[in-house]
T-cell receptor, first 119, second 112 residues
C-alpha cells in the first residue's frame, strides 16, 4: 500500500535543541513528499515539499527536510527549536489512484507527531 | 494566497439530524477534498472531487455524501448524524499535481 509512517506519537525537545520529526514512506514510482503543521484548533499549514532535485529541502519557519531514497525517509528538522514550534506535524505522500473514472492522485497522510518544545 | 473557508468552526448537532458542512475556495482550483481528523488516526479521506458535479469516494465514505454544484463550493453532508461522526472535519483544495493542499481552518462537529 502507498503510505507514510510516522513512528513516534510525541517528540519532546528542549528549547534551543535540534528538533527531528521522523517519516518513512512507501510508494510506487518517484515519491512526492510533503510536511504540514497544525496548531491547536486550526487547519493544516504547508511547510515544505520534495518533488525532485536537491535532497535537502528548505521550508517555512526555519524547517528543512532531508529526502533519503535508500532509507525511504523524509525526516523534518530544525536546528534550534522554539516554544512556538509546539504543534502537530503531518507527513504526506502523493498516492497515484488509477481506478474509477478519473485516474488521478491524492495525498496520503501519516498519523501525525505531537511536538512539545519545553522552555 | 488561496483561501479556503469552512462556514462553521464549531457545530453541535443531535443524533439523526441532517448536517451540512460547507467549504468554499476562492482560487478556481479543480480538486477539493474532505477529511476527518481523529486522535491517533490522523487524517482520513471521506470524499473528493476533481470537477463540478463529479465526486469520488475516499477511504471512509459510509454515512456521508457530497455535493459540488459549483467549482468553488464543496459540501459534505451527513445524512443522519451519529455520535461516531463527532470529529474535526477538514476541507482542502489543490490546484493540480504535484501541488500540495491548502486547508480550511476546520469544523469541529459534536453529535449529541
Amino acid at each position: 500500500a502507498q503510505s507514510v509512517a510516522q513512528p513516534e506519537d510525541q517528540v519532546n525537545v528542549a528549547e534551543g535543541n535540534p528538533l527531528t520529526v521522523k517519516c518513512t514512506y512507501s510508494v510506487s514510482g518517484n515519491p512526492y513528499l510533503f510536511w504540514y503543521v497544525q496548531y491547536p484548533n486550526r487547519g493544516l499549514q504547508f511547510l515544505l515539499k520534495y518533488i525532485t532535485g536537491d535532497n535537502l529541502v528548505k521550508g517555512s519557519y526555519g524547517f528543512e527536510a532531508e529526502f533519503n531514497k535508500s532509507q525511504t525517509s523524509f525526516h523534518l528538522k530544525k536546528p534550534s527549536a522554539l516554544v512556538s514550534d509546539s504543534a502537530l506535524y503531518f507527513c504526506a505522500v502523493r498516492v497515484l489512484v488509477l481506478e474509477g473514472v478519473y485516474g488521478n492522485n491524492r495525498l496520503a497522510f501519516g498519523k501525525g507527531n505531537q511536538v512539545v518544545v519545553i522552555p | 494566497d488561496v483561501k479556503v473557508t469552512q462556514s462553521s468552526r464549531y457545530l453541535v448537532k443531535r443524533t439523526g439530524e441532517k448536517v451540512f458542512l460547507e467549504c468554499v475556495q476562492d482560487m478556481d482550483h479543480e480538486n477539493m477534498f474532505w477529511y476527518r481528523q481523529d486522535p491517533g488516526l490522523g487524517l482520513r479521506l471521506i470524499y473528493f472531487s476533481y470537477d463540478v458535479k463529479m465526486k469520488e469516494k475516499g477511504d471512509i465514505p459510509e454515512g456521508y455524501s457530497v455535493s459540488r454544484e459549483k467549482k468553488e463550493r464543496f459540501s459534505l453532508i451527513l445524512e443522519s448524524a451519529s455520535t461516531n461522526q463527532t470529529s474535526m472535519y477538514l476541507c482542502a483544495c489543490q490546484l493540480d499535481s504535484p501541488a500540495g493542499y491548502t486547508f480550511g481552518s476546520g469544523t469541529r462537529l459534536t453529535v449529541v
